[in-house]
């Protein structure tokens, strides 16, 4: 069994911050990666950040530039730092973690937690 635990959401006015942080806890193997997703209400969700175990990060074009993630191999913890954060950010994130092939292994996903910003 794996499990991934997230923290952090809530809400926040426009420009303010917000840190997430996932904890992966259980049988933890062969990582090839862990990343943030979103879904707003009515969309898809859709890819936020990744990182690799070989450190090579992803972004989604949106958040460039606002957001970080970042990864404790050591802790098997992953956190993004959100940073000038606009109402279009407001979704629930879920962390997400792949065992495996980089582009074709299990997928893992936490509960997911929201994030809400408003004034």
């Known amino acids: 069994q794996l499990q991934l635990v997230e923290s952090g959401g809530g809400l926040v006015q426009p420009g303010g911050s917000l840190r997430l942080s996932c904890a992966a806890s259980?049988?933890?193997?062969?990582?090839?990666?862990m990343a943030w997703y979103r879904q707003a209400p009515g969309k898809q969700r859709e890819l936020v950040a990744l990182?690799?175990?070989?450190?090579?990060?992803n972004y989604v074009e949106s958040v460039k530039g606002r957001f970080t993630i970042s990864r404790d191999n050591a802790k098997n913890t992953v956190t993004l730092q959100m940073n000038s954060l606009k109402p279009e950010d407001t979704a629930v994130y879920y962390c997400?973690?792949?065992?495996?092939?980089?582009?074709?292994?299990?997928?893992?996903w936490g509960q997911g937690t929201q994030v809400t910003v408003s004034s």
């Open positions: 259980g049988s933890i193997f062969g990582i090839s990666a």
């Open positions: 997400n973690l792949r065992r495996g092939n980089l582009y074709s292994g299990t997928d893992y």
């Open positions: 990182i690799t175990s070989y450190g090579n990060i």
